[in-house]
């Protein structure tokens, strides 16, 4: 019951519980970009991959602008971007969780003229120039997620109504084709759309809601995407080594005792091996050798290597030469989330 108190006074006059996390997958293709060749031809797939995420995160963070600004003046609870741990991975973008009912919002972010097919369920685009593209409907994901997450409330003997609502971030996003069932909101409306749900029964006691608030942040799995070389089958060898100056943007800072200096802008920056071995495994891949720190920082001292490597903690594995060290990439997203590069 401590426990429970606790929580309960945590919460209290506290409705956003968490915010979307730090995207690996984008900070990965933000890494890899600048480290090829300026004619490497896979350099359009990836700023194409690049802008789809940077407008989804913008789509999500329009939604959670709206939700802070406007207060529903009954006990919820928001959460952004979670995905709770289940025998099937879901992942809701926006979750609203109330003492009465539970809803869920997939936001999408896409321009042009928009088509919602039924049979089969799929999302038509027509671009500016008459170009259209497919894309999964977001309906589909939305019904997913809400069997994915009743099932997950079962699970933990609670029994509440879902709803869902598919939220286009911007109205210059125009719909020719609306879906026959599923309700399509532009941000502006979520606050009237959920103070629009009958609260006529609580289904939760305060107790039992902030339980289950704590429950699903509790749960929540960061995505820890492949890395780049993995998804997109690129070769080590085509990507440029070397500690990235923050000052200039130049590769190739030259380790100094306790700092690192740039050669080109002189610029120092004693932390600057931090975002650099983060860069290798959003990049190469999840383990790195003593040999390949050295490769990719450009220093020759094997014991420096070892210094750099252990001053982040990392986690080490096997004897010797045999001695590979990984990153705890789910606490890189606490800590960015925070503010923090790495561990601190």
């Not at 609670?158 to 869902?164: L, N």
């Not at 960061?222 to 070769?235: D, L, V």
Request: hydrophobic content about 40%; overall charge neutral.
């Amino acid at each position: 019951m401590q426990e429970e108190g606790y929580i309960l006074w945590r919460w209290k006059n506290i409705n956003t519980l968490k915010n979307r996390d730090y995207s690996l997958k984008l900070a990965g293709l933000q890494a890899a970009g600048p480290r090829l060749s300026s004619g490497h031809p896979i350099l359009p797939v990836l700023a194409a991959k690049q802008a789809k995420i940077e407008a989804g995160i913008g789509g999500e963070e329009r939604v959670a602008e709206v939700l802070r600004n406007k207060t529903l003046l009954f006990d919820n609870h928001i959460l952004h971007d979670v995905s709770p741990s289940s025998d099937e991975k879901f992942q809701m973008d926006t979750n609203v969780l109330t003492p009465w009912y539970v809803v869920i919002l997939e936001v999408k972010n896409i321009g042009g003229v928009l088509e919602f097919k039924e049979n089969p369920h799929q999302l038509i685009r027509t671009r500016e120039d008459g170009h259209k593209d497919g894309f999964e409907s977001p309906i589909v994901q939305l019904e997913r997620n809400d069997e994915c997450l009743e099932v997950w409330l079962q699970s933990r003997n609670i029994r509440i109504p879902i709803y869902g609502a598919v939220v286009l971030a911007y109205p210059k996003q125009i719909v020719a084709v609306p879906p026959l069932k599923t309700t399509l909101l532009y941000p502006y409306l979520i606050p009237s759309f959920i103070k629009g749900i009958p609260r006529t029964e609580k289904k939760l006691d305060d107790e039992t809601f902030n339980w289950l608030s704590a429950e699903l942040l509790n749960s929540h799995q960061s995505f820890i995407p492949n890395p780049i070389c993995e998804t997109y089958k690129i070769p080590f060898g085509d990507f440029q080594p070397g500690v990235q100056c923050k000052t200039c943007g130049c590769f190739g800072m030259i380790k100094l005792p306790r700092t690192w200096q740039c050669q080109y802008c002189k610029a120092t920056d004693h932390l600057a091996h931090q975002q650099a071995l983060l860069e290798w495994f959003l990049i190469f891949k999840r383990t790195i050798t003593n040999r390949e720190c050295r490769w990719f920082l450009q220093v020759d001292d094997i014991h420096t290597a070892k210094r750099i490597m252990q001053s982040l903690n990392l986690i080490e594995e096997g004897e010797y030469r045999y001695r590979e060290y990984k990153m705890d990439l789910a606490k890189v997203i606490l800590n960015q989330n925070k503010g923090f590069i790495l561990n601190r």
